[in-house]
Nanobody, 122 residues
């Protein structure tokens, strides 16, 4: 089992920045692909970004490319999502996820965090 706990969400004005963190515990963290998803009210959960265990592979959903950056620190069992130039449409609950396979946007992750709310005001 892997336990994931997100933090760093909050309220920010459009154009601002937030950094989300996800702390992992349980099985060895370094062997998992890690990802961030989000779910806006009334919408399905959608893939945001993914990073490989070594950090050399990163994938992003098109609407966040150039604005969001995913990173990980295997020594700290943590993954991060730096979000810049935030827009009201980025408002959602953001979830951290882990999987023993790549392309977590296509195949369901094995583990999920409980989510953290991000609200971007216009």
């Amino acid at each position: 089992q892997v336990q994931l706990v997100e933090s760093g969400g909050g309220l920010v004005q459009a154009g601002g920045s937030l950094r989300l963190s996800c702390a992992a515990s349980g099985r060895p963290f370094g062997y998992y692909f890690m990802a961030w998803f989000r779910q806006a009210p009334g919408m399905e959960r959608e893939f945001v970004a993914e990073i490989s265990w070594s950090g050399d592979i990163r994938r992003y959903e098109d609407s966040v490319k150039g604005r969001f950056t995913i990173a990980r620190d295997n020594a700290k069992n943590a993954v991060y999502l730096q979000m810049n130039s935030l827009k009201p449409e980025d408002t959602a609950v953001y979830y951290c996820a882990a999987g023993a396979h790549a392309r977590l946007g296509s195949a369901p992750p094995d583990y999920w965090g409980q989510g953290t709310q991000v609200t971007v005001s216009s």
